[in-house]
């Protein structure tokens, strides 16, 4: 079994930062991707970030040059660092990875996420 848990949320005042993190475990034998989604209340899930494993980042136009996404593959680690947050980016955050486990199969995995409020 593979498990993705993130953690860093909280309550942070416009303009402030946060650094999110996602750990995986598990029977990973490699992680090919990994990504950040966040689903704000009433809204539907986007994407905020993805790193593939040696590929470019890519970001959502609405947090291009506020966030970085970057990963310690020896960890199993993904991270989100958030600066200059903005009441619209107050959403749950959830980690996603794409899995090569040991047993041969490949598939996506979600964390249960954790929740980023941005006050004004």
């Known amino acids: 079994q593979v498990q993705l848990v993130e953690s860093g949320g909280g309550l942070v005042q416009a303009g402030g930062s946060l650094r999110l993190s996602c750990a995986a475990s598990?029977?990973?034998?490699?992680?090919?991707?990994m990504g950040w989604y966040r689903q704000a209340p009433g809204k539907q899930r986007e994407l905020v970030a993805v790193i593939p494993s040696g590929g470019r980042t890519n970001y959502a136009d609405s947090v291009k040059d506020r966030f970085t996404i970057s990963r310690d593959n020896a960890k199993n680690t993904m991270y989100l660092q958030m600066n200059n947050l903005k009441p619209e980016d107050t959403a749950v955050y959830l980690c996603?990875?794409?899995?090569?486990?040991?047993?041969?199969?490949?598939?996506?995995?979600w964390g249960k996420g954790t929740l980023v409020t941005v006050s004004s």
């Open positions: 598990g029977s990973i034998f490699s992680i090919i991707s």
């Open positions: 996603t990875a794409y899995i090569r486990t040991y047993a041969g199969t490949y598939r996506d995995y």
